[in-house]
Every structure is written in structure tokens, then in C-alpha cells.
């Protein structure tokens, strides 16, 4: 497998490959999960944005080993397509030799029928039986069984928008930590942290306001930063907003909305 630091320079096209079975998904959750990651500003490409045909193409190939993640969509007839099962496997595989994020969302359907190969998936390879060689079987089986194995997201009951909020949230997470540079020399700190993030563990949905006061050169942006780093992963945006009243001052009132903007909706706002 890649290492991580190989994966960090690797530059990519999308952020994220959608694969899907267009008949049971394409109108209703698939396209809500790709309008709200494009809304999120999440470079996003689905599959039926390229031209199909009965093999998969050396296109859709290079733009999954393009994608740092990867998100599928198993539902009841996703197995159905050689299409789909062909994509799986290039996904699987990328995982494996470029370290992508495979994200497997199971929609209405039972995790183990698609790590088994049971229910409407023994259905869909007794279709394939005959029409498809036994080494690609084999292969699109493995790829079935390692994804299912994966972190995922179950879609069965509840709102749906429930479960895209959170798919979302776990994708901007991983694409955008946000993370701020912290100084080496953090002496005499501990104590002020620990009591700065017990004040904002709590679970209510009120709006909540802490402020850090003190001399100059104590440590108070220091503080600050390092409780941004621990709880920013928490929200679907945060923002840094640092040196305010100087650059209000100075008359930088709309590069500072510009700013806050811009990291909460996750784009460069003009």
C-alpha cells in the first residue's frame, strides 16, 4: 500500500467519484448526496456523467484513480451491472495502490447479502454465470466482500437527508481538516486548555460564546488555535478569524466577511 506521504503530494481531478446503480438511486438519494456535496463546493463527478457502454472505458478508469475518495451506493440491483461491479474493483484496487478513501453507503440493502453475495446479490451473479470469465468473477467478488468490510454508512430508515448531512460531514472532514499552525512552546498551558474545552463540551444546539482574556503574550491566540485544531472536525464549517480589531481597523471590513464566508461554505468568495 502507498504511504501517507506519497498520498499528500498526489495531486487529484475530483475529490470525489460517485458509483451507483442509476435505476434504483440516479432521481432520488444518489442525486440529493451529489447536490449537496456540490453545494459544499466538493469537487464531485458521478458515473453517469460519462458516456457509457457495455465495457467499462479507459476514461472512467483514469478518472477513479483521479478521485481521492470514492463513495458507492450499494442498493438492490447494484451487482446487476457488470458495469458497476467493474468500477467497484478499480476502486478497490486504488484503495489498495494509491491509498484511496473508499466510503461504501448501504441503501436499503443488508451488508451481509453484499459481503455474502446473498439475497439480490447470489441473484445478480447467477445472471452473470456463463456470460462473464470465472477470473473476473472471482475478482468482483473479493471487491464485494473487502468493501463491505469497510467503515460505512447504513440508509434504512429515517430521513434521508439525515444520512447525507451526515456522509457530508465525514467527507468535509477528511478533505478539509483546517487544521492552524501551533508554536513548538506551549509551557504552562494545560490547564487553561483543559478548562476552555470542558466550557464548550456541551451537546446543546445553542449558540454558544467564550471569550479568553488576559495580558498580551500569555498565550490567549496559542489557546485558541489549539481548541479550533481539537473541535473544528465537530461542525460542517469553522473559521479562524484572527487579528480582528486590527484589521477592522485598517479597513479590511470585506476581506474578514470574505474570509468567514469562505470557510464555512468551503469557497473562494469575491
Not at 114 to 124: D, I, L, N, P, Y
Not at 172 to 193: A, E, T, Y
Not at 225 to 250: C, H, M, P, T
Request: a negative charge; charged letters at 25%.
Amino acid at each position: 500500500m502507498a504511504s501517507s506521504s506519497s498520498t499528500s503530494i498526489r495531486n487529484y481531478t475530483f475529490q470525489v467519484f460517485l458509483s451507483f446503480r442509476g435505476e434504483d438511486t440516479r432521481y432520488t438519494f444518489t442525486d440529493r448526496l451529489f447536490e449537496n456535496l456540490d453545494r459544499m463546493g466538493i469537487n464531485t463527478l458521478r458515473d453517469d456523467q460519462l458516456e457509457r457502454g457495455e465495457e467499462i472505458r479507459s476514461e472512467l478508469l483514469k478518472t477513479i484513480e483521479e478521485s481521492r475518495i470514492s463513495i458507492v451506493v450499494f442498493s438492490k440491483t447494484y451487482a446487476h451491472s457488470k458495469w458497476c461491479l467493474d468500477e467497484l474493483a478499480k476502486i478497490m484496487q486504488c484503495r489498495e495502490e494509491l491509498d484511496q478513501i473508499v466510503l461504501p453507503v448501504f441503501y436499503h440493502v443488508d451488508p451481509s447479502d453484499v459481503r455474502k453475495q446473498t439475497g439480490s446479490f447470489r441473484e445478480a451473479f447467477s445472471i452473470h454465470v456463463g456470460n462473464v470469465a470465472e477470473k473476473k468473477m472471482r475478482r468482483w467478488r473479493d471487491s464485494l466482500t473487502e468493501a463491505s468490510n469497510l467503515s460505512c454508512f447504513h440508509v434504512n430508515d429515517g430521513y434521508e437527508s439525515k444520512h447525507i448531512e451526515e456522509i457530508i460531514n465525514d467527507i468535509s472532514k477528511r478533505l478539509n481538516p483546517k487544521l492552524l499552525h501551533i508554536d513548538d512552546n506551549m509551557v504552562g498551558l494545560d490547564f487553561s486548555l483543559e478548562k476552555l474545552i470542558s466550557l464548550l463540551s456541551t451537546h446543546s444546539n445553542n449558540i454558544l460564546v467564550v471569550g479568553i482574556y488576559g495580558i498580551g503574550g500569555i498565550g490567549k491566540t496559542t489557546i485558541a488555535k489549539i481548541v479550533y485544531n481539537k473541535i473544528q472536525s465537530e461542525y460542517v464549517g469553522a473559521s479562524f478569524l484572527q487579528d480582528v480589531r486590527e484589521r477592522y481597523k485598517k479597513g479590511h471590513q470585506l476581506q474578514l466577511q470574505q474570509q468567514l464566508l469562505g470557510d464555512i461554505v468551503g469557497k473562494d468568495i469575491m
